[in-house]
């Protein structure tokens, strides 16, 4: 589950990703690994990891909100470039 949240943090990091795709991106891979758990202990109905998976993506729907516009305006800010500065002459001659 560690890898759905890093993706899900990079998906909220990333200029212009809308929050419902990130979030509904979240959900199906946290449904996956429980999936994949449950066919690696040979469990299947795995309710804890599901419980888990449903209380995460509740979570991050409902108080997610603030940590998404935070992100989009920190990953939408440009960096001014610098300018280059000269000594004397015509631009670009030193």
């Known amino acids: 589950m560690v890898t759905c ?3 899900h ?3 909220y990091d ?7 795709l990130c979030d509904f991106e979240f959900k199906k ?3 996956t690994a429980c999936r994949r758990n449950d066919i690696v202990s040979g469990l299947t ?3 804890g990891c599901k419980v888990v ?6 979570a991050t729907m409902t108080l997610g909100c603030k940590s998404y516009l935070d992100s989009q305006e920190e ?13 004397g ?6």
């Open 9 to 11: 943090d990079i998906c």
């Open 45 to 47: 109905g795995g309710k």
């Open 14 to 20: 990333t200029c212009g990703e809308k929050k419902e």
């Open 29 to 31: 891979c946290l449904y």
């Open 53 to 58: 998976a449903k209380l995460s993506f509740t």
């Open 89 to 94: 002459g015509k631009s670009g001659e030193l």
């Open 5 to 7: 949240c890093n993706d």
């Open 75 to 87: 990953a939408c800010t440009c960096i001014p470039r610098k300018k280059k500065y000269t000594r």
